[in-house]
């Protein structure tokens, strides 16, 4: 089978670099620097970050893409050839809802692939479960998993979820 490139994307602080570095079978590549502007945490991916997952016989190449919409070039750059997009957002912080829209409307709109949303931060008290970021975001029920990025077997579910979406899109074409 040939490999599947996956992008991982969602705003600044979703989970993407964490999600990466649980999941690649091989070292990742990254391009974090420290932040130049008040974003919640020390250091940001500027332009990418990279690993690889085996799942059964496939093989997943793994591109996160920056969270931050100065670096927007980079998610064009970056979607070019994917067959599957994950995104990832913050349960408990809502107000991030909406640049995520934004992004998942843009990104879907440019590079129209399977999708499905994944709601990290399940581990602590979610303020929005993935019930209700489906219901914002107006996708339905399955294509959003909760899941803890720092948890390999939680973090692989919304993969195993686009996989399956991917394949069943695949059946269902003449």
Do not use: C
Not at 30 to 59: C, P, W
Not at 68 to 85: P, S
């Amino acid at each position: 089978m040939e490999p599947l490139k996956i992008i991982v994307t969602g705003p600044v602080g979703a989970g993407k670099s964490t999600l990466i570095r649980t999941l690649s079978e091989t070292e990742i590549v990254d391009t974090d620097a420290a932040a130049s502007e008040d974003i919640g945490k020390a250091m940001t991916t500027v332009a990418m970050d990279y690993g690889t997952l085996r799942l059964g016989d496939q093989l997943l190449y793994l591109f996160g893409t920056p969270g931050q919409e100065r670096f927007d070039f980079m998610w064009d750059v970056l979607t070019e050839g994917a067959l599957g997009m994950l995104m990832l957002v913050r349960g408990d912080r809502p107000e991030d809802l909406g640049p995520a829209r934004r992004m998942l409307d843009y990104l879907l709109s440019q590079h129209p692939v399977p999708h499905v949303v994944g709601v990290t931060r399940q581990d602590r008290p979610p303020v929005w479960g993935p019930e209700e970021v489906a219901l914002f975001l107006g996708l339905p029920t399955e294509r959003v998993v909760g899941l803890n990025a720092t948890d390999p077997k939680s973090a692989v579910q919304p993969l195993v979820r686009l996989l399956e979406l991917m394949l069943a899109e695949e059946e269902s074409r003449p």
